[in-house]
Each structure stands twice: as structure tokens, then as C-alpha cells.
């Protein structure tokens, strides 16, 4: 019996990137209908953190503290295990790192600069990390770049994100890349990575291109 209740309170987030509804292989061409040519991924990676389970009257009925790096390589980050909680009608969480925790500078675990996400100290933490090559940007290799963070006004790219849940157990949280990359137009936009007013508009289209999978 105290197998069954350990799994009720645990809650897993699955988060899953797709382009055309499919889900993506790193470094493998796909076809997009905007730009008539082929896309691919070569690099994605961001924090997600202070995740937060909340009722609908927005009381907090738990809240894990802290940031998770999601690595497209590493597949065993993909999945996060939490406290869950059945009361919970509302699920809310970051993308990206907080003004406070960049000011404390470069941290350990997820947050350690080996993992490629930092900056500077001036700079902070990256968020979110979008590489890939299409025929339409007209760079090296054709490559285009998208390193986005900020946590110094004007340039704050930190993004919070809410959806409501009926599944307690198990939560699939959809980056459609797809969508993300009609907001873009690689011919002209291929490259951001520095804090600037378009790495905060790009972070909000990515926040915007997250959907809740209910199964």
C-alpha cells in the first residue's frame, strides 16, 4: 500500500518538442511549410523552474523550489519527477532564471557554467538555447543562433507560464518548434545572443509556443 501512495504524490512533467506534430531528433531535416525548405536542430536546451501547483482560486498548494536544465541530448532530462499534489487544478513554472538567483552569480548543479548556460556575471544565465541550419539564413554554414536570457532591465527575459490540469499523475508539456519558427524569419532573424529587446520578444514567442498535452 505505501508504494500506491508514494506514486500519488509524485507528479512526472514530461516535456516534449515537436516540429509538424512530430516529435524531434536533434541534427535530423525537417520540411517547413513557411519557408519552403528544410530546418534542423542542432542544439536545444533551457531552465525551467519554481514550479508551482496551485488551486483555482490561485492559492499555492506547493512549490518546488530551484531550476531544471532540459537537455535535448540527454533524454533522462526530458522528465522531471515532483511532489504532486491531487488538489492541484493549476501548474505554473518559469522559462528561464530569476533576477535573484543571476544576481548570486554562477551556481552548482544545473546551474553550473559547464553546462553552457552562462554567461557573465554581467550577463547571467542563458534560458533558452535554440540552434539549428536551414538553407534560408544567409550565414556560415547556414546556420542561425538563438542564445535568449536577460535578467537586467530592460532586457528581463525570464517568462512565467501557467495551464490548467486534470491529470495529476503525469503532465506533457508540448514546445511546438513548428510554431515557434513561423514567428521567425530565418532570412533576416538568425542570429541573437546577447541580453537585447529581441531576445525578450523571442522569449515570449517560445513561452507562447508551449501547450499542455492532456493524454
Given at each position: 500500500?505505501?508504494?500506491?501512495l508514494s506514486?500519488?504524490?509524485?507528479t512526472k512533467?514530461?516535456?516534449?518538442?515537436t516540429?509538424n506534430?512530430?516529435?524531434?531528433k536533434l541534427?535530423?531535416?525537417?520540411?517547413?511549410?513557411?519557408?519552403k525548405?528544410?530546418?534542423q536542430f542542432?542544439?536545444?536546451?533551457?531552465?525551467?523552474?519554481?514550479i508551482?501547483?496551485s488551486?483555482?482560486?490561485?492559492?499555492v498548494?506547493s512549490?518546488?523550489e530551484?531550476?531544471?536544465l532540459?537537455?535535448w541530448?540527454?533524454?533522462?532530462?526530458r522528465?522531471?519527477?515532483?511532489?504532486?499534489n491531487d488538489?492541484a487544478?493549476?501548474?505554473?513554472?518559469t522559462?528561464?532564471?530569476?533576477s535573484?538567483?543571476?544576481?548570486?552569480?554562477a551556481?552548482?548543479?544545473?546551474?553550473d557554467?559547464?553546462k553552457?548556460?552562462?554567461?557573465?556575471?554581467?550577463s547571467?544565465?542563458?534560458n533558452?538555447k535554440l540552434?539549428?541550419?536551414?538553407?534560408?539564413c544567409?550565414?556560415?554554414?547556414?546556420?542561425?543562433?538563438?542564445?535568449l536570457g536577460?535578467?537586467q532591465?530592460?532586457?528581463?527575459?525570464m517568462?512565467?507560464l501557467?495551464?490548467f490540469i486534470?491529470?495529476?499523475?503525469?503532465?506533457?508539456?508540448?514546445?511546438?518548434?513548428?510554431q515557434?519558427?513561423?514567428?521567425?524569419?530565418?532570412?533576416?532573424q538568425n542570429?541573437?545572443?546577447?541580453?537585447?529587446?529581441?531576445?525578450v520578444?523571442?522569449?515570449?514567442?517560445v513561452?507562447a509556443?508551449?501547450k499542455?498535452s492532456e493524454h
Amino acid at each position: 500500500m505505501h508504494h500506491a501512495l508514494s506514486q500519488q504524490n509524485t507528479t512526472k512533467i514530461n516535456f516534449i518538442c515537436t516540429f509538424n506534430k512530430e516529435e524531434i531528433k536533434l541534427n535530423q531535416n525537417y520540411y517547413s511549410d513557411v519557408i519552403k525548405d528544410s530546418i534542423q536542430f542542432t542544439v536545444l536546451k533551457f531552465y525551467v523552474g519554481n514550479i508551482c501547483f496551485s488551486s483555482v482560486e490561485q492559492e499555492v498548494i506547493s512549490l518546488t523550489e530551484g531550476y531544471h536544465l532540459i537537455d535535448w541530448e540527454e533524454e533522462s532530462t526530458r522528465s522531471l519527477l515532483i511532489p504532486g499534489n491531487d488538489k492541484a487544478s493549476k501548474i505554473s513554472f518559469t522559462l528561464g532564471v530569476d533576477s535573484l538567483t543571476n544576481n548570486s552569480g554562477a551556481m552548482g548543479g544545473d546551474l553550473d557554467p559547464t553546462k553552457g548556460m552562462y554567461w557573465t556575471w554581467q550577463s547571467g544565465y542563458i534560458n533558452f538555447k535554440l540552434e539549428g541550419k536551414s538553407p534560408v539564413c544567409k550565414t556560415r554554414k547556414n546556420e542561425f543562433t538563438f542564445h535568449l536570457g536577460g535578467y537586467q532591465e530592460p532586457f528581463y527575459a525570464m517568462q512565467s507560464l501557467s495551464f490548467f490540469i486534470t491529470d495529476k499523475q503525469e503532465i506533457n508539456l508540448i514546445l511546438d518548434l513548428n510554431q515557434l519558427m513561423q514567428e521567425i524569419d530565418l532570412s533576416k532573424q538568425n542570429q541573437i545572443m546577447s541580453p537585447s529587446e529581441g531576445a525578450v520578444n523571442l522569449s515570449k514567442i517560445v513561452a507562447a509556443s508551449f501547450k499542455i498535452s492532456e493524454h
